[in-house]
């Protein structure tokens, strides 16, 4: 199993569709998550932290669950320019906390 | 631009060359992290140096590829006798301390090998 493992995508919707991404990771003692977002051929660049309690941040909202060691990503209200490739990363516990462990990703092409 | 900075931003080689990538973290930052990113792959962590030292190498290829992270000057990722297989996008990233999130990414080096 990989370590993190997300929808292959690619995601295909219309502006100001609503669309969630998925992703599951294999460590159980991971510690911290995150989703970034990648442009083509440019740097990761964090979109969001994502807590045990769920987190929104204006469209974007987060959600992890422990127990099922899955995260999720929803966006809402999609713009032209959330066009991009989201990544989940999953940071492993103890003496490797600064590992970044990143899924392969998902393309999201939002659409006019 | 007080960002991570990394030169070249493209680099071709011919199998059999040396390829090296620089990478000058943010100021402030003394703790320095390379990822690979094959084609359709996603970052694969390679090496963590502090200043002077390796701290965790355990992604790095056995076998012609080093880093670096000297007291004065950017850190270096070297690749000997580069081979196909080692085209990629090789990005740094940075931080203050190693458990501060985020690490801050430069814009990379896409390694083309022909």
């Known amino acids: 199993r990989k370590e993190v493992e997300q929808d292959p995508g690619p995601f295909n919707v219309p502006e100001g569709a609503t669309v969630a991404f998925n992703c599951t990771y294999s460590?159980?003692?991971?510690?911290?998550f995150f989703w970034y977002r990648q442009d083509c051929r440019k740097e990761p660049k964090l979109l969001m932290s994502?807590?045990?309690s769920g987190n929104e941040d204006g469209r974007f909202t987060a959600q992890l669950n422990r127990a099922s060691q899955y995260i999720s990503l929803l966006i809402r209200d999609s713009k032209l320019s959330d066009s991009a490739t989201y990544l989940c990363?999953?940071?492993?516990?103890?003496?490797?906390?600064?590992?970044?462990?990143f899924g392969k990703g998902t393309l999201l092409t939002v659409n006019p | 631009n007080a960002g991570v900075m990394q030169n070249p931003r493209h680099l071709v080689r011919r199998r059999g060359q040396e390829a090296r990538l620089r990478c000058s973290p943010m100021?402030?930052?003394?703790?320095v992290y390379w990822y690979r990113q094959l084609p359709e792959e996603g970052l694969k962590f390679m090496v963590y140096?502090?200043?002077?030292?390796?701290?965790?190498e355990s992604g790095m290829p056995k076998e012609r590829f080093s880093a670096e992270f000297p007291k004065e000057g950017p850190s270096i990722l070297r690749i000997q006798q580069v081979v196909r297989g080692d085209s990629a996008a090789y990005f740094c990233?940075?931080?203050?301390?190693?458990?501060?999130?985020?690490?801050?990414f430069g814009d990379g080096t896409r390694l083309s090998i022909l």
């Open positions: 990233a940075s931080s203050r301390k190693p458990d501060n999130q985020p690490q801050h």
């Open positions: 460590n159980s003692a991971s510690q911290s």
């Open positions: 994502v807590y045990s």
């Open positions: 990363v999953v940071v492993p516990g103890g003496g490797s906390n600064y590992k970044l462990t």
């Open positions: 100021k402030g930052h003394s703790h």
């Open positions: 140096l502090q200043k002077e030292n390796i701290i965790d």
